[in-house]
């Protein structure tokens, strides 16, 4: 049977290694806390980074779309300008073929403002043929619509003559002009009595219903 002391010894033993034990288990905890405490610090620098980064691109972005808003503006602008450029030199060739009339003033993107009653308007091709008491207004758009043809004649033909009354006397000849027509804007410019010119096949600009109206 063991002593006293032999039991004390071993007592004392196993608490020195409960203590070792103890202090590891401590030392584990306080570790597991740092790490704990680092990876919060590193997720939060990782979180205001993302923030950061995705507000970088949300201003980005914007000014993409901003910048590419503008060029499609300035692209439409200019495809609007360039269709009445193709459409103009075309204008009187066409009239004397047509009307046998000589054009003496053609007037392209015109723009008139009555002072008195503040009415104004832009018209895009504005020929006058003095010999024949004849003004050819002609609207152009580049992408051809009911709506379009319906403003031309109800309203834009009203305002011609209110901003011109020079030519109150004038026959006044209306032309819808586009590059390409399709067939049923053809025939709603026909059904309406107002003259369509186009390309032809894409040969020269044309009047495609003149024996229509």
């Not at 608490?15 to 034990?21: H, K, N, Q, T, V």
């Not at 200019?78 to 459409?87: C, H, S």
């Not at 060739?93 to 009555?114: A, G, M, T």
């Not at 186009?198 to 009047?207: G, I």
Request: some cysteine; charged content about 40%.
């Amino acid at each position: 049977m063991a002593s006293l002391e032999e039991r004390i010894n071993r007592n004392e033993e196993k608490i020195d290694r409960l203590e070792s034990m103890m202090m590891r288990v401590l030392y584990v905890q306080q570790q597991t806390q740092i790490e704990i405490q680092e990876l919060k610090e590193e997720m939060k620098e990782f979180k205001d980074e993302m923030q950061k980064t995705v507000e970088e691109m949300k201003k980005d972005t914007q000014k993409l779309r901003q910048d590419m808003n503008k060029k499609w503006g300035e692209m439409a602008n200019k495809l609007g300008t360039i269709v009445e450029d193709i459409i103009a030199p075309a204008t009187s060739p066409v009239i004397k073929r047509y009307f046998n009339c000589e054009v003496n003033d053609l007037q392209v993107r015109r723009k008139k403002k009555d002072i008195k009653t503040g009415l104004k308007d832009e018209f895009d091709v504005i020929a006058v043929s003095d010999e024949c008491e004849t003004v050819f207004l002609i609207e152009v758009k580049s992408y051809p619509k009911v709506e379009y043809i319906n403003e031309f004649k109800d309203k834009k033909i009203d305002r011609f003559f209110k901003l011109f009354p020079e030519y109150s006397s004038y026959k006044l000849v209306p032309i819808f002009a586009s590059l390409r027509l399709e067939d049923d804007i053809l025939n709603y410019l026909t059904k309406n009595k107002i003259y369509a010119m186009a390309y032809r096949e894409w040969d020269y600009m044309d009047l495609l219903n003149f024996d229509k109206i």
